[in-house]
């Protein structure tokens, strides 16, 4: 019920679902085509990325930005802040699981009017290299879901600071910044000098991009592939257990006036 009400939310807002497309498909016409350039500069292959595979990150990463979430939201920071989160908590109802359905329902219509236009667009455009088997389509949408479900996990811990936090833009846009270059937005994980990689192999963000989009494009198969999805796995539920007990320890803080 919950993933429905997702779902006919943002459902209603048809022409914005049109102009973020449209946003993802230029950003991919421009980002497809420096991955190509920094492909053919580093002499045709780059970390195992060819142009044709450079670009064809480049095309899933724009696919995924909606679904996935990989930006911010303000509902629940709004929430505390405003005190309309004392009528979450009256309800008979667990507030993250609550979220985290309708945060599902989201990503579920996003997925076809923001996913689907970068991705004809870049088969027209560029091409695309792609498996030819099922099998990494069908892990890919499970490592799809279960990145949604690590980027909601990460927004809702970081939101949580509201709690304490009067001003939360400092702790948004650090969060940001952070996650977006370490999640793979910019540049594939494996571009990243060692040091780097190792940074991002340490927090939560590749699963939410770099790992579904290794599955779909077949860089990992079989145990590998399993692997990532189990690394997806740990960090969903690590993540939401560090979200579930630092929202416990907010609302034993939370002071609302009136009640």
Partial sequence: MLTQ?????????????????????????????????????????????????????AWLAQALIAPVNVFWSNDLVDRIRSGDIAVDL????????AYLCADLGRAAFSLVPRGAPPLLV?????????????????????????????S????????LAAFWLIEMRGAATLYLMTSNILCGLVVPVHWFP?????????????SMLQAPI???????????????????????????LAGRLVWTLGTRKLVVQGG
Avoid at 28 to 44: D, P, Q, R, W
Avoid at 128 to 146: D, F, K, N, T
Avoid at 198 to 205: D, L, M, Q
Avoid at 222 to 240: C, E, K, N, R, T
């Fill in 152 to 159: 909601f996990a990460c927004r809702w811990l970081v939101s």
């Fill in 214 to 240: 290794d599955v779909i494009m077949g860089r990992v198969t079989g145990v590998d592939a399993l692997g990532v999805v189990g690394v997806q796995i740990a960090w969903a539920a690590g993540v939401l």
């Fill in 122 to 150: 870049g088969a027209l455009v560029t091409g695309l290299a792609l498996p030819g088997q099922l099998l990494p389509y069908v892990l890919g949408m499970v490592s799809v879901v279960l990145a949604v479900v690590v």
């Fill in 194 to 206: 060692g040091w780097m990689a190792a940074v991002a192999a340490a927090t939560p963000f590749p």
């Fill in 90 to 97: 009256s309800r008979p109802v667990d507030p993250q699981l």
């Fill in 5 to 57: 009400t997702g779902w006919k939310r943002w459902s209603a807002y048809r022409s914005a679902a049109l102009a973020g497309a449209v946003t993802n498909t230029v950003f991919g016409l421009i980002k497809a085509a420096i991955t190509m350039g920094a492909v053919g500069a580093a002499g045709g292959t780059l970390a195992g990325y060819g142009a044709i595979e450079g670009a064809t990150y």
